[in-house]
């Protein structure tokens, strides 16, 4: 469409990581950080850049250091704060906890239970509060607010439930939090394909029919929310009244020759 023409994306690396869910893996947007769970350990990859021009080299990472955690049964999702200060993990369902980490000194700040199974979180654009998603789940942790309660050294994380109203026996697969304008409201797919919209009252205010078998991911920008549909379908919204904009085209299939199939064009019956 017009209002994608002048964007084009290339795929420059390929990461030795296959992820379970949208959270497995998290990206620092200030500095190009890397981090992805490897059992009860956070892993912690810093991109080699080109001191000219401060371009990612695309063809090294380097390992910047392995933090290792208190989940014993292994870590499902992993977020970076927007501000670059933390990390907040989830531990497996048995796991049951939810830690927000000083990634740098390697210390847990705050902590408390989750009695769900989880598969994504998410910092607000303020890095306030940070939201997580789930087997009927979608829960508001305030970090502000826990740490005025702090007991010596331990904060306990200040949470509250979303309020799912019609809803509330969905699966969230995926949780994003608004920018810019919308940085107040929260997003959310369910693996049924619906796309939901919780405003600043952790209310549910609002979906949408993806229109597909399953969802499983979803990025939020200032001007559009992109949600990964089945078969790999992403279609395209707007974040101020969840209004459908488009489908982006489908990627090729790997091994794809672009020049072979550019002169050979199927025929379709």
């Given at each position: 469409t017009p209002l994608?023409?002048?964007?084009?994306?290339s795929l420059e690396k390929v990461l030795?990581?296959?992820?379970?869910s949208s959270s497995g893996l998290t990206c620092d947007p200030n500095s190009g950080l890397i981090a992805y769970p490897a059992g009860c350990v956070i892993v912690l990859l810093h991109p080699k850049r080109n001191k000219q021009s401060h371009i990612i080299n695309s063809s090294s990472f380097?390992?910047?250091?392995v933090r290792s955690t208190s989940h014993k049964y292994g870590v499902s999702c992993v977020a970076f704060s927007t501000n670059s200060c933390y990390i907040v993990s989830v531990g497996y369902q048995h796991d049951m906890t939810v830690s927000v980490w000083d990634w740098r000194k390697g210390s847990i700040i705050a902590s408390n239970k989750v009695s769900s199974r989880v598969f994504a979180v998410s910092f607000s654009q303020d890095n306030s509060y940070f939201v997580t998603a789930g087997n009927r789940h979608v829960k508001f942790w305030y970090l502000d607010a826990s740490k005025e309660r702090r007991v010596n050294s331990t904060v306990p994380l200040i949470g509250r439930s979303g309020l799912l109203g019609d809803h509330k026996n969905s699966v969230f697969s995926g949780v994003t939090c608004g920018r810019g304008l919308m940085a107040s409201s929260t997003y959310?797919?369910?693996s049924s394909g619906l796309l939901c919209l919780f405003n600043s009252s952790r209310q549910l205010e609002a979906w949408v029919n993806l229109k597909t078998s399953s969802a499983s991911c979803l990025a939020v920008s200032e001007d559009f929310i992109f949600c990964g549909c089945a078969d790999g379908l992403i279609r395209v919204?707007?974040?101020?009244n969840l209004q459908y904009i488009t489908t982006l085209h489908r990627p090729h299939r790997l091994g794809?020759?672009?020049?072979?199939?550019?002169?050979?064009?199927p025929r379709y019956l």
């Open positions: 994608f023409r002048e964007f084009q994306v030795g990581i296959t992820t379970a380097q390992l910047q250091s959310c797919i369910t919204f707007s974040p101020s794809v020759d672009l020049t072979q199939s550019a002169q050979c064009t």
